[in-house]
C-alpha cells in the first residue's frame, strides 16, 4: 500500500535531522529549534497572511504590506543575518568532507563559529567572481578599529594605529603576495602597539581572503614568539579584542602549568598562537599542540632571544615546521651577532622595514667606508683599488655594484675608463653597464650619474660606490637608506676629496650616529 504524503515529510523529516546531528555543521538545539518553526510556518497554506502574525509595521512599512520583508539593496538587520547565517548552516544537505587537520566543532559554538565566518566573508567580499587581491580589504580595517576601540580606554593610544598605516601597508604587501618575503624590522628591540596591531590584522586578512576563496586555513595558522610573560600578555591583550570576529588566540607561558595548558588547547583550535619558546617546545614534545602546519611565524625580539641564549630553540622550531613559511623578525641592529642569526633564519629575498624616519634604522645592517683621494685625477685608480678590494672580499659570489657619478659626462668618461683586458661590455645602453670577469668571481657594474639615479632601482644593489660625494649630505642619506632593501647587509663607499671639506662634519656625525667608523681624515677635517 503506497504511503501517504504525511508519513512521507515524517520520514524525509527524520533524515534531515538525522544528517543535521551527524553533519560536522551542526547547529546548536536553539538554532536548530528557530529553523525547524521557521519551517513549519513555510510550510503551512495561509503564506500570505503570515507575516502578520509574526511581524510588527514600522515606519517604512506601516500598514505591513511587505510583511517584515525587506525591499531589494536594503541592508538586513542584525536579526534576520542571524536567521539567515542559521539558515545557511543548516539547509546543505550533503556533509562535506572534513581535514585531516581540523577538529570538530563542539554543536554550541558551531553556531558562532559560522557567524563569525560569514562577517569575515561579506567583509573580505570586493567584486563577484574576483580572485585576485591588489590592496587591504575592508575585514582588515574591520580588525584594526576592535583593536583601537578595546586598547584606546587603557592607554590612550588605539588612536595612532591608523598613523601607522604606510608601514602597515607595506607589511601587508609583502605578506600577502602570492609569493610573500620575509620581512626584518630594525624600528626597535620588540615590536610597538600599532605593529603588532597591524601584524596580526594582516594575519586576519590572510586567513579571510583564504576561506572566501574555499581554501582551508590550518590552526594555528599564525605563531608569534615572544621572550617573556609580559610580552605575551601585552600581545595576547591586542588579540583579544579579535575574537568575537572569529579569530581566537591563546597564550603559552610558563605564568601558568602545564597541565592547565594542556586542558586548555583540547578545548580549541586557535588560529593565533602567542608563545615562549621553552614552553612552546615543552607542550610540542608532550603532543598537546602541532605547529607543523603554522602558516607564518613571528620572532618579536631578536636580541632579546641572544641574550636569553634561547638560539637553539628558535631553529628547533622553525625546523619543527614542515612548511616553509614566512617569518617577520622585529630587532634592533646594535649587535652584529642578530645580523648573522638573521642571515640563517629568513630566506634570500627579504624586506626590510621600519616605522621610524630615523637614519640608524632605515640603514641598519649597512655597512659604510669611506675612502679618502687627494685629488680628482686620481679617482679612476682608486675606483679601481676599490673594485679589487669588492671583488675579493665577494670571492666565488656574482656582486652587483652601483657606480654612481656627479653628471652624466663623468658617468660615461668613468665607464670608459674602467674598461680593461678583463672587461666586456654587457648593456649597449651609453656603454654603462659591464662585466668584470676574474678568476675569484664576477662583477655587474652599472654606472649612474645623481640626476638619473632616481630612475635606478637602488633597492636591488647591494654595493654601491659613490664617486663623487654630493654636495649635500642628504643625498647621500637617500642613497643609503635605499642600499639592499631586500637583503640583508650592504655596503656604500664613498670617495672624500678635499673640495668635499664642507661636509666633513655632518658626514662625521652621521656616522657616529650610525654606529660606524669614523676614519681619523674625516676627525681632523671636522675639526680644522
Known amino acids: 500500500m503506497a504511503k501517504g504524503d504525511d508519513a512521507l515529510a515524517r520520514k524525509r523529516n527524520r533524515v534531515r535531522r538525522k544528517r543535521l546531528r551527524s553533519s ?23 503564506r500570505g497572511c503570515e507575516g502578520m502574525c509574526f511581524s510588527l509595521p514600522t515606519p517604512d512599512d506601516p500598514f505591513n504590506e511587505r510583511h517584515g520583508k525587506k525591499r531589494k539593496g536594503e541592508e538586513p538587520t542584525d536579526d534576520t543575518e542571524d536567521d539567515a547565517t542559521a539558515a545557511t548552516v543548516a539547509k546543505d544537505d550533503k556533509p562535506k568532507k572534513k581535514d585531516a587537520n581540523t577538529k570538530k566543532q563542539p554543536p554550541a559554538k558551531a553556531g558562532a563559529k559560522a557567524k563569525s565566518k ?27 578599529n576592535a583593536i583601537r576601540d578595546a586598547v584606546a580606554p ?36 620588540c615590536a610597538t602597539m600599532e605593529q603588532t596591531a597591524w601584524l596580526v590584522s594582516t594575519a586576519c586578512d590572510i586567513v579571510a581572503r583564504k576561506e572566501r576563496l574555499g581554501m582551508v586555513v ?41 597541565e592547565h595548558q594542556i586542558s586548555g588547547l583540547k578545548t580549541c583550535e586557535p588560529e593565533f598562537l602567542i608563545a615562549t619558546p621553552e614552553r612552546l617546545l615543552e607542550l610540542v614534545s608532550l603532543k598537546a599542540i602541532d605547529i607543523s602546519n603554522v602558516s607564518m611565524l613571528v620572532i618579536d625580539g631578536l636580541k632579546y632571544f641572544l641574550d636569553l641564549n634561547v638560539s637553539d630553540k628558535i631553529f628547533s622550531i622553525r625546523d619543527a615546521i614542515s612548511s616553509s613559511p614566512p617569518i617577520t623578525i622585529f630587532t634592533d641592529s646594535s649587535d652584529k651577532n642578530v645580523a648573522t642569526m638573521a642571515k640563517t633564519l629568513l630566506r634570500e629575498r627579504i624586506t626590510k622595514l621600519s616605522i621610524n624616519d630615523s637614519v640608524y634604522s632605515r640603514s641598519a645592517f649597512v655597512t659604510q667606508h669611506v675612502h679618502f683621494c687627494p685629488s680628482e685625477k686620481l679617482k679612476t685608480s682608486k675606483v679601481k683599488e676599490i673594485l679589487e678590494q669588492i671583488l675579493q672580499s665577494h670571492a666565488k659570489k656574482s656582486s652587483k655594484v652601483l657606480l654612481v657619478a656627479a653628471s652624466d659626462k663623468k658617468a660615461q668618461h668613468l665607464s670608459s675608463s674602467l674598461k680593461l683586458e678583463n672587461c666586456t661590455v654587457t648593456d649597449g645602453s ?61 655596503e656604500v663607499h ?34 680644522s
Not at 118 to 144: H, I, N, Q, Y
Request: net charge negative; hydrophobic share 40%.
Open 24 to 46: 560536522e555543521n551542526a547547529v546548536s538545539a536553539r538554532v536548530a529549534a528557530i529553523i525547524a518553526s521557521k519551517r513549519r510556518r513555510k510550510s503551512g497554506k495561509r
Open 218 to 258: 590550518s590552526c594555528p595558522f599564525l605563531l608569534y614568539l615572544v621572550p617573556s610573560q609580559e610580552k605575551a600578555a601585552q600581545v595576547r591583550s591586542i588579540c583579544k579584542p579579535l575574537k568575537p570576529l572569529g579569530i581566537h588566540s591563546v597564550s603559552l607561558h610558563p605564568g601558568a602549568s602545564v
Open 154 to 189: 587603557e592607554d590612550g593610544g588605539g588612536s595612532s594605529i591608523h598613523g601607522a598605516g604606510d608601514w602597515g601597508v607595506e607589511l601587508w604587501r609583502s605578506c600577502s603576495s602570492p609569493a610573500p618575503s620575509d620581512v626584518l624590522d630594525t624600528s626597535g628591540a
Open 118 to 144: 560569514a562577517v569575515r566573508e561579506r567583509a573580505t567580499e570586493t567584486e563577484e567572481g574576483r580572485v585576485d587581491f591588489d590592496r587591504p580589504s575592508k575585514f582588515l580595517v574591520v580588525c584594526l
Open 430 to 490: 651609453h656603454g654603462t653597464s659591464f662585466t668584470i670577469c676574474s678568476s675569484v668571481g664576477l662583477m655587474n657594474v652599472h654606472v649612474k650619474d645623481r640626476e638619473n639615479l632616481v630612475m635606478t632601482d637602488v633597492e636591488g644593489f647591494e654595493t654601491v660606490l659613490v664617486v663623487d660625494f654630493p654636495p649635500s649630505v642628504d643625498e647621500y642619506v637617500d642613497i643609503l637608506t635605499g642600499v639592499a632593501r631586500h637583503t640583508i647587509g650592504g
Open 494 to 527: 664613498s670617495i672624500f676629496c678635499n673640495t668635499d671639506a664642507p661636509v666633513a662634519k655632518p658626514l662625521a656625525e652621521l656616522l657616529a650616529n650610525c654606529s660606524q667608523v669614523v676614519p681619523e681624515f674625516l676627525k681632523k677635517l671636522e675639526s
